[in-house]
């Protein structure tokens, strides 16, 4: 990851002037020490100097390493402040931040040399203490904390000033303080509009009528756009934004098109009017479409006949590559146009458009007022950071995020880092930091830290996108060596010159494939033959292929062969073996002069290999590689980088092409000039979007499988007890395959669609691989059986959570009570659930004792919210489930996840609100539902809270101190 990583720090020293900034660490200082180093005649012993200066921080504590980097970083230029930077990130904090406090020996009264008095106090009170005040203010209660004797029996004492510190500090994720500030963000955000609206708003001033307009005003796009996520508090918003921007780009089209036109320079004769002219007859009441590059009209040869193509011209917006507009197409409204060409993958880049609405306008200034590299430098040595990457290496289930996110900020330093004097990276990395905030402090809120993390990307994506770190070779070079990573057994012919890779970025996972698609069937004769492979064709080429099989245009081939390595509706266990052993039986007849056989796989989905094995990529590539080293196959990985390349943050609307050939084989030469083609006219690595892919790729490709892994286990947990099935029976559902977090889902009553629409705490997304659990409704068939299914796309919440979100829904589909292991008496109609059944069902938990069913002991109470919520969505009548949720409230929570309980306590306040009553288990419910929801929403319901004839019991009076204090 850094240029310092293969330099050693051993026998480098530090400057002379290095003592005196440990003393008084400042400007002067520290200039000292940058003088020093700058001049060194020697350019490597200056380096390694600066690497051992990054390690000799990370001894110190997070305060002190991140105040004193900052402050070196500041007064170094050139290399070396490239060095310090890298070398810092490649260097943890050397203490744990929450670890406890060292002993430290009781101060010697009798040798007043022994000991610094100033520095360690003895907190053994004096003999008289007078009476603590009845309040105090915000600042240290001294008195207070005095009278605590934590002496430990003698034999530690603790330093008075660092538990101030502890308590007070800001800065230091171990601290209350740092908690107090992070509470108040989010309530301040939780009032607010979306957090990225607000980002828009702030850096408006900052952007306007410069090149990085469109950066900012594509926050909160990136992220798919939830169908049910609010659109206020933490998470993303944007009126550009689609569900599945390769399917749905039209319903916001008609924006784009609108701020392409009216958007750039006030000169409509240059460059913005040639544009707005290309775009006259575009968008939902045009006839012209606009496609991914000019390349789509060849592609269209394998679905159209050579009289409509010849009729139809691609002219691209600017230059010779890139979005273009397809005209001609109005002449022929019988062809399914929109279907066409989702299948073909031609949906132009969201990004590039973006961009294109600064056509004419003019560079940012530079800001010599900021140093982004002092603030990416304090950002990664902060409390918080190194907070962030303990979590990382612990067993939750945020762990995988938190690395994740490590790893993503720490590529930060990669290449020449941030562009140092920009104002929009500079706030976009303050901007950071307060989410990383929130990260840390919600660990055990994996619902909340993981929408922080949404909203990182967008930040992270602008301060790559404005250095413009990556080119195109970049991405070549990183995704070589992934695959060889990956797939080590081929590394031997790779490096050997007798395997050639090629990678090329394309618009999405689907322009992947039918690109691959169009190069294997366009460099073949076209004799026609019959295809012996159908079974085992990638579902989603479904139109195209079944086109090619009818003989309707380009026939098909029995030598190419379109599969996936693991299907996104899993139903059976893939088999990579078995997909190697049909290859190689067509290859096998393959004769001198034919052209190779053409497999075309779907990479998407990646399954982290068991410790020791081998994974599904490596089980392929190894087992045909002397296949394709010998000329005789062309291997064609297609893989989209909106699923976990992308670390379900969000849609980056980019897939890779990846072809492996026999090197200088003439056969192939054809196909790998047609990849080559296809990628210059699509020119995306050298726009915006393709700095944020390679990042990620080149930072986080381990991190996918990692998350892949993690979001599997709640998968298998789900199916096995949150919503078991019987597993042969494909009419209820899908098995857990192993390795894949995805599993369908049906109902035998009630619309299974409807019932998850009714999930309030559930995305819904038209894709997969989010870090918070989704689902995605109409599937038609699971495992060829068909009915109407609903795949749930399980994220990185805590097992307690699975729980809340399924257990009810489960076991109530089948009629299943807690604790049966098969379904009794009649069917719950699900599509008039009734209070009695979910009394029946909580009646059976009640009966289960905890050594029956350790899983049921363990989330007894979270089975119970599971009951609440669901009943409170499904239950015709809110009153009807209001007892229900008074007894919920009138005893503790349990293991009940704050999500869940701040959604039941919204549901009985709102309800109540206008008629609290004055009975005391009602009253004493709505306290606790009172303290349980955030300050802002529960000042909102205070407001409305009818407390006239609540009565004077204890729950009253708590009741409307808590409104009282609220309203305030």
């Given at each position: 990851m850094s240029i310092m990583s293969g330099e050693s720090s051993a026998g480098a020293a530090l400057p002379r002037s290095w003592k005196a900034f440990v003393a008084l660490p400042d400007e002067s200082t520290a200039g000292a020490v940058a003088q020093e180093l700058e001049k060194d005649p020697s350019p490597a012993n200056a380096l390694a100097s600066v690497k051992l200066i990054a390690e000799t921080l990370a001894q110190r504590s997070a305060r002190e390493r991140s105040t004193m980097s900052e402050l070196i970083v500041r007064q170094l230029m050139g290399d070396l402040a490239r060095g310090f930077m890298k070398a810092t990130a490649a260097v943890r904090l050397a203490h744990l931040v929450?670890?406890?406090?060292?002993?430290?020996?009781?101060?010697?009264?009798?040798?007043?040399?022994?000991?610094?008095?100033?520095?360690?106090?003895?907190?053994?009170?004096?003999?008289?203490?007078?009476?603590?005040?009845?309040?105090?203010?915000?600042?240290?209660?001294?008195?207070?904390?005095?009278?605590?004797?934590?002496?430990?029996?003698?034999?530690v004492t603790v330093d008075l000033v660092e538990l101030a510190r502890r308590v007070e500090d800001e800065s230091d994720a171990s601290s209350v303080g740092h908690l107090r500030v992070v509470l108040d963000l989010l309530d301040s955000i939780g009032v607010k509009a979306a957090y990225s609206k607000g980002r828009r708003e702030e850096l408006?001033?900052?952007?306007?009528?410069?090149?990085?307009?469109?950066?900012?005003?594509?926050?909160?796009?990136?992220?798919?756009?939830?169908q049910r996520s609010s659109l206020t508090g933490l998470s993303t918003q944007n009126e550009l934004a689609a569900s599945y921007w390769r399917t749905n780009f039209r319903d916001t089209l008609d924006e784009f098109v609108k701020k392409l036109k009216g958007g750039g320079a006030s000169d409509q004769h240059g460059a913005l009017g040639e544009l707005a002219e290309k775009l006259k007859k575009v968008g939902r009441s045009g006839t012209d479409i606009l496609v991914s590059s000019p390349r789509v009209l060849r592609k269209l040869e394998m679905v159209l006949g050579p009289d409509v193509l010849e009729k139809l011209t691609v002219t691209p917006l600017v230059g010779k590559s890139g979005v273009s507009v397809l005209s001609g197409t109005g002449a022929y409204t019988k062809i399914e146009w929109d279907k066409i060409l989702y299948e073909l993958g031609a949906t132009p880049s969201a990004y590039q458009l973006y961009e294109l609405m600064d056509t004419g306008k003019t560079p940012p200034s530079t800001n010599f007022t900021v140093d982004t590299r002092a603030d990416l430098v304090r950002l990664i040595t902060g409390s918080p950071f190194s907070r962030l990457q303990e979590i990382a290496r612990e067993k939750r289930e945020i762990a995988p995020v938190c690395a994740m996110v490590e790893h993503l900020v720490l590529g930060l330093t990669d290449q020449l880092g941030p562009k140092r004097f920009d104002a929009l990276t500079a706030n976009a990395l303050r901007s950071l930091s307060r989410l990383l905030d929130i990260v840390?402090?919600?660990?055990?809120?994996?619902?909340?830290?993981?929408?922080?993390?949404?909203?990182?990307?967008?930040?992270?994506?602008?301060?790559?996108?404005?250095?413009?770190?990556?080119?195109?070779?970049?991405?070549?070079?990183?995704?070589?060596?992934?695959?060889?990573?990956?797939?080590?057994?081929?590394?031997?012919?790779?490096?050997?010159?007798?395997i050639q890779i090629d990678s090329h970025l394309t618009t999405s996972g689907m322009d992947a494939i039918a690109t691959a698609l169009h190069i294997a069937l366009s460099s073949r004769d076209r004799e026609e033959v019959s295809r012996s492979t159908e079974t085992i064709d990638y579902y989603e080429t479904a139109f195209l292929l079944g086109?090619?099989?009818?003989?309707?245009?380009?026939?098909?081939?029995?030598?190419?062969?379109?599969?996936?390595?693991?299907?996104?509706?899993?139903?059976?266990?893939?088999?990579?073996?078995?997909?190697?052993?049909?290859?190689?039986?067509?290859?096998?007849?393959?004769?001198?002069?034919?052209?190779?056989?053409?497999?075309?796989?779907?990479?998407?989905?990646?399954?982290?290999?068991?410790?020791?094995?081998?994974?599904?990529?490596?089980?392929?590539l190894d087992g045909l590689k002397d296949a394709v080293a010998a000329g005789a196959l062309e291997v064609f990985l297609c893989k989209s980088f909106q699923k976990y390349a992308s670390f379900g943050t969000g849609k980056v609307a980019a897939g890779d092409l990846t072809v492996l050939s026999a090197k200088g084989n003439l056969g192939s030469a054809s196909a790998r000039a047609e990849a080559l083609l296809q990628d210059l006219s699509l020119d995306l690595a050298g726009h915006d979007e393709a700095q944020l892919v390679m990042h990620m790729l080149r930072h986080g490709h381990r991190d996918e499988l990692a998350l892949m892994r993690s979001a599997a286990v709640n998968a298998r947990f789900v199916d096995e007890f949150c919503w078991p099935i019987d597993k042969t029976d494909l009419r209820q559902g899908t098995p857990y395959v192993e390795g894949i977090p995805l599993i369908l889902r049906t109902t035998p009553t009630g619309d299974v669609d409807k019932l998850f629409q009714k999930l309030q705490m559930i995305d819904k997304r038209d894709s997969f691989s989010f870090l918070r659990t989704s689902f995605v409704g109409g599937i038609p068939s699971a495992g060829g059986v068909e009915g109407k299914y609903v795949r749930i796309n399980t994220g990185h919440e805590s097992k307690a959570t699975m729980v809340e979100y399924f257990y009810a829904f489960g076991h109530l589909a089948l009629n299943t009570p807690p604790g049966a292991k098969k379904p009794e008496g009649t069917k719950v109609d699900l599509g008039a659930l009734t209070m009695d059944v979910v009394k029946e069902h909580l009646v059976a938990l009640g009966d289960v004792r905890d050594d029956q069913d350790p899983l049921i002991a363990k989330y007894r109470d979270n089975i119970v919210a599971s009951y609440c919520a669901f009943a409170l969505q499904n239950v015709m009548g809110k009153g009807n489930v209001m007892p229900l949720l008074v007894e919920f409230f009138t005893r503790p929570a349990g293991s009940v996840t704050i999500e869940t309980q701040r959604c039941l306590a919204d549901e009985l306040l709102t309800f109540k609100a206008k008629n609290p009553g004055s009975?005391?288990?009602?009253?004493?419910?709505?306290?606790?539902?009172?303290?349980?929801?955030?300050?802002?929403?529960?000042?909102?319901?205070?407001?409305?809270?009818?407390?006239?004839?609540?009565?004077?019991?204890?729950?009253?009076?708590?009741?409307?101190?808590?409104?009282?204090?609220?309203?305030?």
């Open positions: 929450r670890e406890a406090p060292k002993e430290q020996p009781v101060p010697r009264h009798d040798d007043p040399h022994g000991d610094d008095l100033l520095h360690t106090l003895d907190l053994l009170g004096p003999k008289s203490k007078p009476a603590p005040p009845e309040k105090t203010d915000k600042s240290p209660d001294w008195e207070t904390l005095d009278a605590l004797d934590l002496a430990a029996a003698g034999k408006g001033d900052i952007v306007r009528g410069t090149t990085q307009e469109h950066l900012v005003a594509q926050m909160g796009f990136r992220a798919a756009k939830s840390v402090e919600n660990v055990d809120n994996p619902t909340v830290a993981m929408r922080a993390v949404d909203l990182m990307m967008d930040e992270i994506a602008v301060v790559v996108a404005v250095a413009k770190y990556y080119n195109w070779t970049d991405y070549r070079t990183t995704m070589r060596a992934i695959l060889l990573e990956r797939a080590p057994g081929i590394a031997k012919p790779v490096e050997g010159d007798k086109k090619l099989k009818k003989g309707e245009k380009v026939t098909p081939h029995k030598d190419v062969l379109v599969a996936a390595l693991n299907p996104s509706t899993p139903a059976f266990a893939p088999s990579p073996e078995k997909l190697v052993t049909d290859v190689l039986q067509s290859v096998n007849t393959h004769k001198k002069g034919d052209a190779p056989f053409a497999l075309i796989i779907d990479t998407t989905i990646e399954i982290a290999p068991k410790q020791g094995g081998k994974s599904q990529t490596e089980i392929v009975d005391p288990a009602v009253l004493a419910a709505l306290c606790r539902a009172a303290v349980v929801l955030a300050p802002w929403r529960f000042k909102a319901i205070a407001a409305t809270l009818k407390l006239d004839a609540v009565g004077e019991s204890k729950g009253a009076k708590q009741l409307r101190e808590l409104v009282a204090r609220a309203v305030k």
